[in-house]
């Protein structure tokens, strides 16, 4: 009789225990689903950003080289149809960089901030 006592004043939720197996199961799996996307993630980064910046530093000159050649005719029809595709298309690759990292950063199976700072 005191054993039982003692075991239901150490576990006061018998049934809470199988959620707790539930749960750690449910991580793991979670864990090796991550793991294989973080690695293929990690491993395409260099390409992946080295290419988004080249493209956004090519972006972001030709926006700038646009806006100098036709500043000595402002009311060209052309000026403003080439400066902002060009602005734009630069800042939407600088994005996928910026939101590649952050999202290998997310599917990480550590505090990748961390490593970073």
């Excluded at 939720?13 to 959620?19: I, L, S, T």
């Amino acid at each position: 009789m005191q054993n039982q006592e003692l075991i239901n004043k150490s576990n006061p939720n018998p049934g809470k225990d199988c959620f707790v197996w539930v749960g750690a199961i449910i991580r793991m799996i979670f864990l090796f689903i991550r793991l294989p996307i973080f690695f293929v993630l990690f491993w395409l980064r260099g390409i992946v950003v080295t290419i988004s910046n080249f493209i956004g530093s090519i972006t972001l000159f030709a926006c700038f080289f646009c806006w100098f050649a036709h500043s000595y005719a402002p009311n060209d029809p052309m000026f403003g149809k080439m400066i902002w595709p060009c602005a734009i298309a630069s800042l939407c690759f600088f994005i996928l960089g910026w939101l590649y990292d952050y999202v290998i950063m997310w599917v990480s199976p550590q505090d990748m901030s961390r490593i970073y700072y």
